[in-house]
């Protein structure tokens, strides 16, 4: 196989784990969410992969994509294999991360979520928010895991 060829496969192997990690957010029932009725975020939140590649440190990669909410969406709580910086791109968001207060981020400003900390983002705003998230992670396993 030539290198480019490898190079392609690896993407859309890195892109189909990413799909199948939303795919485990799928199987929650919105009960599971504390999220009002009208607010579902099955389809009120959207991902695009950005890149997804090895990093120099064995056993780590690097993920990005961008994720956005629709109004008074809120995201399943859950933790990642990794470190998150999670950057706002338009909107205006509230995030709880376990044993922290509360903060609200708008377009411009950027969080730091550790590795293993149980999360939740919400659209707080009127419009359609929008995050960059970047995970440097441990490869081979989840990028999400569904906190209850």
Do not use: C
């Not at 060829?5 to 784990?17: C, Q, S, V, W």
């Not at 707080?124 to 992670?137: F, M, N, P």
Request: aromatic share 6%; hydrophobic share 40%.
């Amino acid at each position: 196989m030539s290198r480019n060829n490898k190079t392609k496969a690896i993407g859309l192997f890195g892109a189909a784990l990413v799909t199948a990690a939303l795919g485990a957010f799928t199987t929650l029932s919105q009960a599971d969410t504390g999220q009002a009725a009208g607010k579902n975020w099955q389809t009120g939140l959207t991902r695009t992969d950005l890149i997804k590649r090895d990093l120099d440190v064995q056993g780590q990669e690097v993920v990005q994509v961008i994720v956005d909410f629709d109004p008074g969406v809120v995201s399943p709580r859950h933790a990642h294999p990794g470190v998150e910086v999670a950057h706002v791109l338009s909107g205006t968001f509230e995030y709880e991360l376990e044993g922290q207060p509360n903060v609200v981020l708008k377009a411009g400003q950027s969080l730091y979520i550790p590795a293993g900390t149980a999360h939740v983002a919400k659209n707080i705003g009127k419009d359609k928010a929008s995050e960059l998230a970047t995970y440097i992670v441990k490869k081979d396993t989840p990028l999400v895991i569904i906190k209850q």
